[in-house]
């Protein structure tokens, strides 16, 4: 059946279940051919439920057998479908349901419930998993205690997991082993898991705040081990920082980690066993790049977090799910700050949210951090939810003032412990803390859309009044045509003649807390009293709230902030305006036939900057960085030639290498020098590499001789995979005559580590070469290649569709005709991964009339196919509306 005219699923219509259900025993008989699978549970009717039938969840389920309290039940006391089990006529109060239903793990491909992944039986149950395994109330707001016996054949699963604390373990004799996990803190399903396979174990352990020994594993397959090194420092040191700056400690006795190959998203925070995609576990210098180890890191920290932000407290329902999600990328974004640069993480997070979320936010998809309805909630694990509502919080801290923060907090975990939760709980936490009226604040959980801000401003010399105009306004998103005006936190500074802040001796015009403005209102006035000469406003610094600003600063103003601000980010945002103004304009002469133009006092500015020997490499190559020929798409906004755009940002780039080439030259080189020293993925070393592959890729766009030579060299010499896998990408892209060599020995060295693989296959994908299409199709039969494997089909397939605008934009329409066809393909075997691949067409109406039509038949040639999942059916059907 077409899933178009699924149902709509309604926060309004939230109602609690009719039965609760205290206690599971899961008993899992895995066997080669089929696993067996006897759940009890203990079930009591909650109060006011009389003879109500109990209806549980399932999904492609087969029933074995049905009792309760013992008596298997006739055929006409219930009725099981693969999608549900419908006690008629329950026993008043308590009883034991036994039901037994039959997997075949092997069969999955969707990788949700309980499947195999290079041999290792693994559960994912995070939404709606849980109901593949056994029949259930499969929703986060039912609580229960779990213990969980496995037995499995010995030799090919030696390793038998679950969550909570070990219980025992037995050998029966034949071949087959077992062992009984239980869970003392009551969990939701989604929680649940199950790892069962021949796996190594890197071992530690951590000694809690209150002298708790915990014993700590990362689960790799056989001969991976020491890779697990760094994801296990990871999680040492996430588990201090939770204590030190939320006061939290872990509370079982062991914390387990399993890295699986086949894996759809990033990583899952199961009780007391995470298991991750092996993408984010393994790590060494050969393999990995500094983005890797710092990937590692955060996602390790994050799926720790959530122990107290989503497993202690979890959601009442899906539509919460920012509860977990935004409040631990936040809490993962300070432990990254904390652990590395302040400043570069601030601006990495900015450049994630405006590539990814603002997109979303103004596009088809668009849907509040708290959506009110969906179809399908996995196509609700968003930006918008992950890092918009982590900007929220961010907001929040900014409002209220950090301790407050702290203390409500402190009042949310211990008043919510053990509960399913809601935003307005834990909202009405830091009302209580702070005394502040946070109803105002909740349109920014009710409404879609990035709010724009436009700022005027005037001078009054003889009076020395300096006034700021902010108007806000967020355009209509679908479904929510008008919107109401948000509370918006500007962090402020004046910047005076001398580079330092001046100081009104008053302000007026709207509440002023600290360095914050607080709009409330669609406009305010603000004047600044009391200055001696017209200050360089600088606004919304360290992003302090998620809207784009309409500001008509000069260059010269621009220039001076982008020199003298006190605040990095808007330093760095400073230099970006002036980039992102030069790069629209530039787009704008090539569309019109001319040769584009760049003005070179900003780029002399970047060169002052290079000298400047009191900033961090890391920073520097942020302020080299030139905004990606995406970032100017969504500039640009309507009409988008992809082409256009390229050209344009192809001249920019020659300009900066012409300009600053002897610059960028030394930098290298400099970096050529130190590449003798042990690499050390921390913030200085990986800044360092950042900067010198920056400045690599800029001077090669000239194509001159000297400049390839330099990259041919440093991929031949590099020493680490960071450095190999930025030559090898420039070297790539510019379609050098070394680039075919280069990728074959790239392969011969690595062509059996599947991760870097990934690399070899993404350098590729995201070539903007005119034959890029036929190479990535012929890597599609490529033996190292799987449409079985997410992540080989995201970093082929992805790659090609996020990160390459001029292929996957051709104008003849085929880069969208492929994607396409792969999207029906993966279809039915992984709805998830289709539909998250189906997500890179959301800005489809932005491109120039020809495209759009050529992009609208690709994705009406994916509605064609009958049977569509429901997750693809839904985005698809957003997306045409
Ligand atoms: N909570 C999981 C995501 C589950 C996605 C389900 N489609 C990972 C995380 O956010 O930590
Ligand atoms: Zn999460």
Sequence with gaps: MSHESSPVIRLS???????????????FNLTAKETLVAATLAISPRDGTFGEPL??????????????????????????????????????????????????????????????????????????????????????????????????????????????????????????????????????????????????????????MSGRKVMLAVYVEKGNAPKAAYAMDSLKRSMKWDEEVFGREYDLDVFNVVAVSDFNMGAMENKGLNVFNDKYVLADPEIATDADYAGIEAVIAHEYFHNWTGDRITCRDWFQLCLKEGLTVFRDQEFSSDMRSRAVKRISDVRLLRSQQFPEDGGPLAHPVRPEQYKEINNFYTATVYEKGAEVIRMLKTLIGDDAFARGMDLYFTRHDGEAATIEQFIACFAEASGRDLEPFMVWYREAGTPIVTVEESWDEASGRFTLTLTQETPATPGQQ????????????????????????????????????????????????????RPVPSLFRGFSAP??????????DLIFLLANDADSFNRWQAGTTLAMTALVKATQQVRAGQVPTFETAPIDALGALIDDSSLDAAFKALLLAVPSENDVAREVAENVDPDAVANAHK???????????????????????????????????????????????????????????????????????????????????????????????FFERFGTVPLVVDKWLSAQASAPLPDTLDRVMALTEHPAFSFGNPNRVRALVGAFATSNPTQFGRADGKGFGFVAGVISRLDAANPQLAARLLVTFRSWRSYEPKRRTLAEAALRSIQTKPQLSRDVADILERTLA
């Design 55 to 208: 209806v549980l969840d399932g999904d492609e389920l087969t029933l074995v057998r049905v009792a309760i309290d013992g008596r298997e039940l006739s055929q006409d006391e219930y009725e099981a479908t693969p999608d549900h089990l419908t006690v008629k006529v329950p026993p008043n109060g308590a009883f034991r349901l036994e039901m037994t239903t039959r997997l075949d793990p092997a069969a999955n491909t969707k990788l949700m419930g309980l499947y195999r992944s290079s041999g290792t039986w693994c559960t994912q149950c995070e939404a709606e998993g849980f109901r593949r395994i056994t029949y259930y109330y499969d929703r986060p707001d039912v609580l229960s205690v779990f213990t969980v016996k496995i037995t499995a054949p010995k030799s090919e699963a030696p390793v038998l997991l679950s969550n909570g604390n070990p219980v025992s373990v037995g050998d029966l004799g034949d071949g087959r082993h077992f062992a009984i996990w239980h869970d003392p803190w009551p969990k939701p399903s989604y929680l649940f898991a199950l790892v069962a396979g021949a796996l190594a174990a890197f071992e530690d352990e951590f000694t809690t």
């Design 13 to 27: 219509d939230y109602k609690p279940t009719p039965y609760a259900i205290d206690k599971v025993d899961l008993d």
């Design 547 to 556: 809207v784009k600003v309409r500001q008509a600063l000069s260059s010269a």
């Design 651 to 745: 001249a920019y780039r020659r300009t900066i290498a012409d300009r600053l080439g002897v610059r960028l030259k030394s930098i290298v080189e400099a970096d050529q020098t130190a590449a003798g020293q042990p690499y050390v993925p921390d913030a200085a070393g990986s800044g360092r590499r950042a900067l010198a592959n920056t400045a690599l890729d800029l001077l090669s766009v000239t194509g001159s001789s000297d400049a390839m030579d330099l990259v041919r060299r440093r991929f031949e010499t590099a020493t680490n995979m960071t450095d190999r896998l930025a030559a090898l990408t420039v070297l790539v892209h510019r379609g050098d005559a070394g680039a075919e060599a280069a990728l074959a020995a």
């Design 482 to 533: 008008t919107k109401k005006p948000r509370v918006i936190p500007v962090r402020f500074g004046l910047v005076g003649p001398d580079g330092g802040d001046m100081h009104p001796s008053s302000i007026a015009g709207a509440e002023v807390n600290g360095g914050t403005l607080v709009l409330t209102q669609p406009l305010h006035t603000v004047t600044f009293e009391g200055l001696s000469s």
